[in-house]
């Protein structure tokens, strides 16, 4: 896989401002509306139910731990209490959405990008349509999908474990509960791109290690929309393109052909 030709900070910004772009090409290509409207569908209604699990989560850990007192100190704690809840809430439902709403709509995203890659290539997929081939596609994805959200709930559970260490385990959880977010956002939204190619999770890697910069950025630019209220709803199919305009920078025939 071909690095970007770019180097330093422009690789940086050509991964951070791919979504800028993603959007400009997204007005510039109407005909992949169409694709866009499921995943939106869809993420509008993940995390209207993650909004809801979250506030009733919120609000049964602070009524269970936190009666009303008068005394000056346990308001203190309360607030103290209200604002650590409201953060881990905020965390879950960051997380649940991520997870759920990427695992639902992947069959229609793996649609968008390989439309995308159409329109970025000039080479439009000839093939005839097969509902068994298609019914194939939506399957492998599904499982790469589940494997993938798998291995990353499964590594963040692990690194809870970190919280415990006094001083320190808070600071490192921080640091690498962020890296792997990272990392897990390049894999999840290229992964359409090299799966679509038959191209493993090694090709992956080697992707990222070979665009390290690009791919911190893009990350980071991915986790910072989904952070933003209501951003979320269009963040996952425009990280679909934006990984997928990336893929392509990279050389087509030789680097992202199936072998």
Known sequence: MKSIPFTGVRRFSTGFFSLLHAFRFLGGNPSLLKYVAIPFVINVVVFSATLYWGVDLFNGMVGEYLAPQDAWYWQILAVVVKVIAGLLTAVIVFFTFTVVGNLIASPFNDILSERTEEILTGQPNTEPFSLKMFMADVWRVLRDELRKMSIFVALMVFLLLFNMIPVVGSPVYAFFSVALTLFFLVVEYTGFVFGRKHLGFADQKRFI?????????????????????FVQFVTIPIAVIAATRLCCLCDPETELSGR
Do not use: D, Q, R
């Open 209 to 229: 290690k070979g665009n390290f910069m690009a791919s911190v950025g893009f990350g980071l630019a991915v986790m910072c929309m989904l952070m933003i209220p």
